[in-house]
């Protein structure tokens, strides 16, 4: 026993693979790969109701680097929009810009495939960032924390209607403030957790304590936030 402690100890150290999140155009990804990172995570979709095409082609840059890409989603909560004549963004308005831009790279061969052979693919999930908006007309209600839910589970189900492979980014304060409290809205569970955590630790020992939404085991971690690698501004994440 004592014996193979000793190996888990050796090789779960190992098995840790660390990546970046970002939203500046860059182009240098063969940096970020030399200095350990394997995943990238770009922006697809702005606060403010509008695709990221810079986002697009930090992905392909990514990918050219022989980086795994995703992407995450900063959705607009029912905006009303001045260039888009004051016509409510919808989340079918939104996910159909999304992919429009991004395509579906999934297709029959997709099937039974594990989380982490479809994050291996040109980008494996979309993260629905569930945190604050800065965005004018597109601030999450303050007062109806159901319908903030209602309005993520109509993001999850467009996104599977399109058969993609889709996440939950947020932290347990963003919940909170979101949803009304951390245990509240707890129908995401079968989805993959992405939650930040800035103790600058690699480690998904903290969860228990940060713990929210029903999810009681994390898919990544982001564990630093606003650094600088290799001349751009990134998050540090961890799964």
């Known amino acids: 026993m004592k014996r193979l402690l000793l190996v888990l100890l050796v090789v779960l150290p190992c098995l840790a693979v660390k990546g970046v999140d970002l939203s500046q155009a860059f182009n240098n990804f063969a940096c970020i790969k030399s200095n350990g990172y394997s995943f990238a995570i770009v922006r697809g979709y702005m606060s403010y109701g509008a695709v990221d095409t810079v986002g697009l082609q930090n992905l392909k ?13 900063f959705p607009c909560y029912l905006s009303k929009i001045q260039f888009v004549s004051k016509l409510e963004k919808t989340a079918t308005t939104q996910v159909n810009e999304f992919v429009g831009t991004f395509g579906e ?9 594990t989380w982490e052979e479809l994050r291996a693919q040109e980008y494996g ?3 629905l960032d569930v945190e604050f908006n800065p965005s004018t007309g597109c601030k999450w209600s303050t007062t109806d924390f159901t319908a903030n839910c209602n309005f993520v589970k109509q993001l999850v189900s467009e996104f599977k209607a399109r058969s993609k492979l889709v996440g939950i980014y947020s932290s347990k304060y963003q919940w909170e ?6 245990g509240n ?9 992405w939650y930040a955590h800035y103790d600058n630790s690699a480690s998904f020992s903290d969860y228990s304590k940060y713990s929210f939404g029903g999810w009681t085991t994390p898919s990544i971690k982001q564990y630093t936030g606003d650094t600088t690698l290799c001349s751009v501004g990134v998050d540090l994440n961890y799964y």
Do not use: R
């Open 61 to 73: 840059n990514a990918k050219a680097a022989g980086l795994i890409g995703d992407a995450y989603f």
């Open 177 to 182: 403030t979101i949803m009304g409290a951390a």
């Open 105 to 113: 790279h999934f297709d029959d061969a997709s099937e039974g495939l």
């Open 125 to 127: 999930t979309v993260w």
């Open 185 to 193: 809205c707890a129908q995401f569970t079968s989805l993959p957790l």
